[in-house]
């Protein structure tokens, strides 16, 4: 009678426990915990990320918070209804002045798993961010469903498209700054059955992929760029050369 009585203390402790924790405020929770630690508030200020505004619950809420002077609007909603399957998916909605993003990440024992079904930005609005690096930005960037997996802190699949509108970019090129008008161009990122993962990006008038990226699943990360990107750039380049041959390839161990 004891043993049964001490169990069901203990599972009325725990749903009180968790009760209390779902219908926490999480405005409370940030101050009482997060902005208590001086090394998180330290590392969120090093990037130039400030948040204010919170409502709602820790699983259910939403956010202000300020990336160097760009504002977001953070919606959130943890389905705890998937906890019996021990996995922790957080649904993320990001309205912001540049741009919007659809995700769900799910949180596994040992494995991440991302979910993109949609993001627009204005690349523009990095441009001030981008200052330092003497970089300008232009145009739309368009995500559709991304996905990618990662176990064990290694990135196991990805898939997912990327267009970009087009427009005019600066960038330094030795003591100079280059102001180019690029087409449009889009991207497709896929996962191989021998579990390589590839990424290809192709200018609209062009009939094969510019960039090729892939990461082995090993975690060798192998990337190239083509001639004909540095002659939508207008960067001068030998002429005996084709427009197919590589121009630039860096490969490094990533994991």
């Given at each position: 009678m004891l043993?049964?009585?001490i169990l069901?203390?203990?599972?009325?402790l725990?749903a009180?426990s968790v009760?209390?924790?779902?219908k926490?405020p999480?405005?409370?929770?940030?101050?009482g915990v997060?902005?208590?630690?001086?090394?998180?508030t330290?590392?969120?200020?090093?990037?130039?990320?400030?948040?204010?505004?919170?409502e709602?619950?820790i699983?259910d809420?939403?956010?202000?918070?300020?990336?160097?002077?760009?504002?977001?609007?953070?919606?959130?909603?943890?389905?705890?209804?998937?906890?019996?399957a021990?996995?922790?998916?957080?649904?993320?909605d990001?309205d912001?002045?540049a741009?919007?993003?659809?995700?769900?990440?799910?949180?596994?024992?040992?494995d991440?798993?991302v979910?993109?079904?949609?993001?627009?930005?204005?690349?523009?609005?990095?441009?001030?961010?981008?200052?330092a690096?003497?970089?300008?930005l232009?145009?739309?960037?368009?995500?559709?469903?991304?996905?990618?997996?990662a176990?064990?802190?290694?990135l196991?699949?990805?898939?997912?498209?990327?267009?970009?509108?087009?427009?005019?970019?600066?960038?330094?090129?030795q003591?100079?700054?280059?102001q180019r008008s690029?087409?449009?161009?889009?991207?497709?990122?896929e996962t191989?059955e021998?579990?390589?993962?590839?990424?290809?990006?192709?200018?609209?008038?062009?009939?094969?992929?510019?960039?090729?990226?892939?990461?082995?699943?090993?975690?060798?990360?192998?990337?190239?760029?083509?001639?004909?990107?540095?002659?939508?750039?207008d960067?001068?380049?030998?002429?005996n050369?084709?427009?197919?041959?590589v121009v630039?390839?860096?490969?490094?161990?990533?994991?």
């Amino acid at each position: 009678m004891l043993k049964k009585t001490i169990l069901y203390l203990l599972v009325f402790l725990l749903a009180f426990s968790v009760f209390v924790l779902a219908k926490a405020p999480a405005r409370v929770i940030w101050e009482g915990v997060v902005e208590a630690d001086p090394s998180v508030t330290n590392s969120l200020r090093s990037v130039g990320v400030s948040v204010k505004g919170i409502e709602g619950t820790i699983w259910d809420g939403r956010a202000l918070v300020q990336y160097k002077g760009i504002a977001s609007i953070v919606d959130w909603n943890v389905k705890l209804s998937e906890l019996y399957a021990l996995s922790l998916p957080v649904k993320l909605d990001i309205d912001s002045q540049a741009g919007e993003l659809e995700a769900v990440i799910t949180v596994g024992m040992s494995d991440i798993a991302v979910t993109v079904s949609r993001g627009d930005l204005d690349l523009s609005m990095l441009s001030p961010a981008l200052r330092a690096q003497r970089v300008t930005l232009d145009g739309q960037l368009l995500l559709k469903d991304i996905q990618l997996l990662a176990e064990d802190n290694m990135l196991r699949s990805a898939a997912g498209m990327i267009s970009w509108s087009g427009g005019d970019i600066a960038y330094p090129a030795q003591r100079a700054i280059h102001q180019r008008s690029f087409p449009p161009f889009r991207g497709v990122i896929e996962t191989s059955e021998t579990g390589e993962i590839k990424a290809g990006v192709r200018d609209s008038g062009g009939s094969f992929d510019v960039i090729e990226a892939t990461v082995s699943p090993e975690g060798e990360a192998l990337v190239k760029v083509k001639r004909r990107l540095l002659d939508l750039a207008d960067e001068h380049w030998p002429q005996n050369s084709k427009e197919e041959d590589v121009v630039f390839k860096v490969k490094k161990k990533i994991y």
